[in-house]
């Protein structure tokens, strides 16, 4: 028996390139186990967005060959494989496998080299005309699937490693898109989450040329879906079409996750992002004068080189401006090969941390307020689970909020019967910074 094992860093793309990189090997006689002493093969799906993420890599690499590596084979994927590229054999002489996703399509060649002993098989071929496409993706979550519709990236942020570790862009077929999210719904997947560094220049490559708020549109019409998420918006690419489906179909979720990055366009401009704070703005607006509720989260750097005090406060301003209902902030890194490592001025690890201090304290008060308007009203929650610790079942709501609530008829799990995968009406009782708390009403 063949057996392997996979752990999985970064973002929602490397999560579900696992899922098909799992299925791919399933399909070619492996089996997955959940200890890593027991597998043959042990892969790391790796992330170099920051440079934290890169040495955990090596780290954990290096921790793992000690205490367990011997006769087994290891293999790096995903972004630091494809920064890296063959230097990870070099400083990580027991990897025999470096792949990046562009060319996970040949992974079942990559394995079967890898059996014949082969101990240098790479992958990192960034001109691959094909996106991962495979017929046997294992996926995760019961009720939630992701699909990626386009790959890779065109924009060059300049403090961005993706366009060098996934490559240009390569948007699917709408036809295959769709055939794919039926498929989903027929084996019972209620949610769908469309997947991208970049969304919204989705441009399908077959002659009905469709763009992204088409294809949402066409995703929110499927029938058994109840829920279409997507993710990453880039602001230039961001279109009122998109508010638009959003207005006209309950399906399409209550949510919009449009990265700023900065509210200072001196800093934007910097960045390479394409817009300025009164583009991003006008986007803002469309989102708020919209009838259905949107829910609007971000992403923050703080101390991008050069960024002044006074570029910093801009960022605060916008905070406040915008009043995001969540958002991910992080100390700017400098990763290789991006165009901001050509920038003077940079700024000292003490300082990134006061900013960040500052602006996650600013946030956390917005959504205690945020949050807490929200109290008394009733929400559909999609339950997705049941916490032990607390007694409550575990629920998400269409703007992506976790309500966590108390059922008084069905308190918790019993004879093999759950109430996770369904929709129900939740009061909301009580509300922290993160979450909310509720109660089932009929
Ligand atoms: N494609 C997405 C972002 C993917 S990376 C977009 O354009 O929004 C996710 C987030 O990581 C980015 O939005 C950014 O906030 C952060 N990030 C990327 N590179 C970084 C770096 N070098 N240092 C700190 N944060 C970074
Ligand atoms: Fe990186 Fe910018 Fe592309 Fe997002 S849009 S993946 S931040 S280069
Ligand atoms: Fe990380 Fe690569 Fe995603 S760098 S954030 S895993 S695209």
Not at 153 to 158: F, M, N, P
């Given at each position: 028996m063949k057996t392997f094992y996979i752990e999985t860093f970064g973002c929602q793309m490397n999560a579900h390139d696992s899922e098909k990189v799992i299925g791919t090997l399933v399909s070619d006689g492996y089996t997955q186990v959940e200890q890593l002493e027991q597998a043959d093969l042990i892969l790391y799906n790796t992330c170099s967005i920051r440079d934290k993420a890169e040495q955990k890599v090596f780290h954990r690499l290096n921790q793992f060959k000690k205490e367990h590596g011997k006769g087994k084979v290891f293999g790096v994927l995903g972004c630091v494989a494809q920064q890296e590229g063959e230097r990870i054999f070099e400083r990580a002489p027991f990897v025999s496998l470096v792949a990046g996703s562009a060319s996970y399509s040949k992974l079942s060649q990559m394995l079967v080299q890898l059996e014949a002993g082969n101990r240098r098989v790479t992958g990192l071929s960034l001109d691959t005309e094909d996106a991962f496409e495979t017929p046997f993706t294992r996926r995760d979550n019961p009720h939630r699937a992701y699909i990626t519709i386009i790959e890779g990236?065109?924009?060059?942020?300049?403090?961005?490693v993706v366009p060098f570790t996934r490559g240009p862009e390569r948007s699917r077929t709408s036809d295959k898109l769709l055939e794919e999210a039926r498929d989903l719904a027929r084996m019972g997947y209620l949610e769908i989450q469309l997947l991208g560094q970049?969304?919204?220049?989705y441009r399908d490559p077959s002659p009905a040329g469709w763009d992204f708020a088409r294809l949402l549109r066409a995703m929110g019409e499927?029938?058994?879906?109840?829920r279409v998420r997507f993710t990453t918006s880039h602001p230039r690419d961001f279109v009122k079409e998109i508010v638009d489906a959003i207005d006209e179909n309950p399906v399409l979720c209550n949510h919009v996750h449009l990265p700023v990055q900065s509210g200072s366009s001196s800093v934007l401009e910097r960045m390479q992002r394409l817009y300025t704070r009164d583009d991003y703005l006008r986007r803002i607006d469309w989102i708020k004068k919209a009838r259905r509720n949107i829910a609007i989260t971000t992403d923050i750097i703080v101390g991008f080189p050069g960024e002044t005090e006074a570029e910093f406060e801009e960022t605060l301003s916008l905070l406040e401006e915008v009043q995001y209902d969540s958002l991910f902030n992080f100390k700017y890194s400098r990763r290789p090969n991006t165009p901001a490592l050509a920038l003077e001025d940079h700024i000292s690890e003490e300082e990134k941390t006061r900013r960040l201090t500052i602006l996650q304290e600013m946030q956390r008060d917005i959504q205690i307020r945020r949050n807490s308007a929200l109290v008394g009203i009733v929400e559909e929650a999609f339950v997705e689970g049941y916490n032990q610790a607390t007694g409550q079942w575990i629920g998400r709501t269409t703007q992506n909020r976790p309500l966590n609530f108390i059922h008084p008829e069905f308190p918790s799990p019993r004879d093999g019967a759950t109430l996770a995968g369904t929709y129900l009406s939740v009061r909301v009782t009580r509300a922290g910074p993160n979450s909310l708390a509720g109660e089932r009403v009929n």
């Open positions: 990236c065109d924009k060059s942020c300049a403090y961005c970049n969304v919204n220049s499927i029938d058994g879906i109840r």
